[in-house]
């Protein structure tokens, strides 16, 4: 069976510092991969999206980046963080365009 | 881009009734997917149901579609208290992207 993993669950980081937010899957290849971000009490919004290694497409301009280095594994990066990065980030992946999309436990991240 | 709207945002009913919970949208999908989010946690994937489809049961719940009023329903039937948790539809376009809500909040009273 599919499993996703996330680390880590929570993180508090101070305005300026450096995020890495790791994502990996086993049980599937080349996997569809999602990073998302909620803010609370809100929806989820798509941050960016992976069809392979290497291939990144983003979807609303930000502080943020996202990289894809080995097939199921994908890691979302920040150079230096702003107070407005905090919220509660999810992976996920999905096996098929039309198929179901399956969640990470989450990283909880405060920027102080 | 379109986004799926959960109805009602808000919904507290007493252990053993049943929970009943909507969602609207405003384009053509491919498939719409039910998710149940307990706080602070990820997203648990409950039912997908596709646009041929109007009807779709699992365990207690049940989820049913209809694509000419774009709207689709997420009935939990003899609820529990565990059944506490945030309801999320999410609309399937084909463009490689679920589009969210914000969750109708369901709390269950012992």
């Known amino acids: 069976s599919q499993t996703i993993h996330q680390w880590p669950a929570t993180l508090v980081q101070p305005v300026g510092s450096p995020l890495s937010l790791e994502c990996t899957v086993e049980?599937?290849?080349?996997?569809?991969l999602y990073w998302y971000r909620q803010a609370a009490g809100r929806g989820l919004q798509l941050l960016f999206y992976?069809?392979?290694?290497?291939?990144i497409s983003s979807e609303v301009p930000q502080n943020l980046s996202a990289s894809r280095p080995q097939d199921r594994q994908f890691i979302l990066s920040s150079k230096k963080l702003l107070l407005s990065d905090s919220g509660f980030y999810l992976c996920?992946?999905?096996?098929?365009?039309?198929?179901?999309?399956?969640f990470g436990p989450g990283t909880r991240l405060t920027v102080t | 881009s379109q986004q799926g709207e959960e109805d009602p945002q808000a919904l507290s009913i007493q252990e053993g009734e049943n929970a009943t919970m909507n969602c609207s949208y405003k384009t053509s999908i491919n498939n719409l997917q039910w998710y149940r989010q307990n706080s602070g946690r990820g997203l648990v994937h409950l039912i997908l149901i596709r646009s041929n489809e109007r009807e779709k049961h699992s365990g207690r719940l049940r989820v049913t579609l209809d694509t000419s009023k774009k709207s689709s329903s997420l009935l939990i039937t003899a609820s529990r208290a565990a059944d506490t948790a945030s309801y999320f539809c999410a609309t399937d376009e084909g463009a490689n992207n679920l589009f969210f809500g914000t969750g109708t909040r369901l709390t269950v009273i012992p």
């Open positions: 992976s069809v392979g290694i290497g291939q």
């Open positions: 996920a992946w999905r096996e098929s365009i039309l198929g179901e999309q399956y």
């Open positions: 049980g599937t290849s080349n996997p569809n």
